[in-house]
Structure formats: structure tokens, C-alpha cells
């Protein structure tokens, strides 16, 4: 059996399969193509692997667990599906600028190889933007409120080709969906138009588009629903929030019927 977790504009589909539909074992990370399905291997020592995101270059990213690596994964890149896996701490070291603590998940790759990456501290996640070489950087997305106790994690989306990036905040008390744009961090609650704000409560964000689209899962009137939340105007713009049973109606798509959230 196989999971697909991205694709591309050129029609490259990444995820990770097992060996057989009735395996519940190890699984590596794989890209298909034109009808070719390449293993693209591990690193590291670890037998599992999966790809999370693929960009329009054919770079992908991931991660590589179980084996002789632990139970603690390692975010990975491949340059290619033709290339071998390579460690992201191992990128950041070789610029200068390691990370102590270690970057878990690589979930989202811009088409410029911008990196939307997990590493954890004091056992939560924390959300980071990696800059591609030369001149790589990187930038903590942080939190909304306190985090005295480190309570809060970050879970990351996806980044898209105007560095923005979508996330999930997880704490003691609440989700809340993130977006990172222009260098601020939002709760994208407090960005919705007032139709929005009074019917949702945006509670994840999973997937950005470049023209600001957001998908995830947020509680419509109290019940959970997937949603799309479209932006309007200069970044981080007005944004309205709609699903398929709500106020704004979207079985007009071209996804064929729908009776229930997106």
C-alpha cells in the first residue's frame, strides 16, 4: 500500500508505501512519475522513511526514522528522486550554523528551496523557515501568547513562493490556526472578515497558496469542518472563510459532489 502526502505542477506525486498492501511494517518515502515509482531510500542508518512535500524543481523533503536512528526522526531533502537523502542538520552545520537540539520534520519546500521545518525543544515542536543557500538563514515562526511552561506546540504546513507559511499552535487550552507573512506571525482567527469570525473558530492550517488560500480544520457553528479561507487585498489581507454546508456554498467546484465539509 502507498500514502501520497504532495504533488507538483509537473505531476510528481511523493508519500511513502510499504512493500505490500497487507504490510504494517517499515515504509519508505517514494516519488512517482509518468508512471514510474522510485524508492527513494533512507540515511543515517534508519529503516523508515517518508516524503511530506515536492516542489516544481523536483526537490523533496521529509524524514528518516526507526533503525539505527531511534525513535527520534531526521529532517531530510532530496535534490532529486534520482539523489540521496541528506540530513537538514547536516545542511546547517556545513553553513555555520547548526542547530543543537536537531530538526525533526521537513513538511513544506518552496519552488526557490525555502524550508518549512519541526524542531523540538523541551519536548514541543517549534516551527522554523530555512532560507536555501547561499546566504541560508534561519527564523523561528514562534507562538501566539505565553508560553512560560512550554505548553505550546508548533505543528508545521506548508510555505509557498512568497515565503508565507501555514502552521498549527497546540497548547494546554486551544488549536489555533497560524500564518506567517511579512515577517509577523497571525492567528488567523483574528484575520477573518466579521461573517467568518462570527461562525468560525480556525483551529489548524495545513496548505497556502501563493495567491493566500488556506485549507485545514476549524469548527463551523461548533461543529468540525474542513474549510478554504481566501484572502483579499495586501497580505495578510481580509479573510473569508467558507465549506461546503456554511453561508458560502462551494459544490460549484470542479470536484465533483459534495455533501459534507470541502
Not at 151 to 158: D, E, V
Not at 185 to 213: F, K, M, Q, R
Not at 234 to 255: C, E, K, N, W, Y
Amino acid at each position: 500500500g502507498s500514502i501520497a502526502t504532495a504533488m507538483n505542477d509537473s505531476g510528481q506525486v511523493v508519500g511513502r508505501a510499504w512493500n505490500s498492501p497487507t504490510d504494517t511494517g517499515t515504509y519508505r518515502a517514494f516519488s512517482w512519475q509518468g508512471g514510474v515509482l522510485t524508492d527513494l531510500g533512507l540515511a543515517g542508518g534508519c529503516d523508515t522513511s517518508e516524503a511530506y512535500d515536492v516542489n516544481s524543481t523536483g526537490q523533496i523533503i521529509g524524514r528518516v526514522v526507526g533503525g539505527a536512528c531511534g525513535a527520534a526522526s531526521s529532517a531530510v531533502v532530496w535534490a532529486s528522486a534520482a539523489s540521496a537523502a541528506v540530513t537538514i542538520d547536516s545542511l546547517l552545520t556545513t553553513a555555520g550554523i547548526p542547530r543543537p537540539i536537531g530538526v525533526r520534520f521537513a513538511t513544506g519546500i518552496s519552488d526557490s528551496g525555502a524550508l518549512l521545518v519541526q524542531e523540538t525543544a523541551n519536548s514541543r515542536g517549534r516551527c522554523l523557515i530555512i532560507t536555501p543557500p547561499p546566504g541560508v538563514t534561519v527564523t523561528e515562526l514562534g507562538w501566539i501568547g505565553t508560553d512560560a511552561q512550554f505548553l505550546t506546540n508548533c505543528s508545521p504546513g506548508k510555505i509557498n513562493n512568497l515565503g508565507e507559511a501555514v502552521a498549527t499552535q497546540s497548547g494546554a487550552s486551544d488549536d489555533l490556526a497560524l500564518l506567517w507573512s511579512g515577517g509577523t506571525l497571525h492567528d488567523l482567527n483574528t484575520l477573518l472578515d466579521a461573517p467568518s469570525a462570527a461562525a468560525w473558530d480556525l483551529e489548524s492550517a495545513v496548505d497556502i497558496t501563493d495567491s493566500g488560500t488556506i485549507v485545514g480544520v476549524g469548527l463551523f457553528n461548533g461543529q468540525p469542518r474542513g474549510y478554504r479561507a481566501t484572502r483579499s487585498g495586501t497580505p495578510p489581507g481580509s479573510i473569508a472563510v467558507s465549506d461546503s454546508v456554511g453561508t458560502v456554498d462551494d459544490r460549484s467546484l470542479p470536484f465533483g459532489p459534495v455533501t459534507d465539509g470541502i
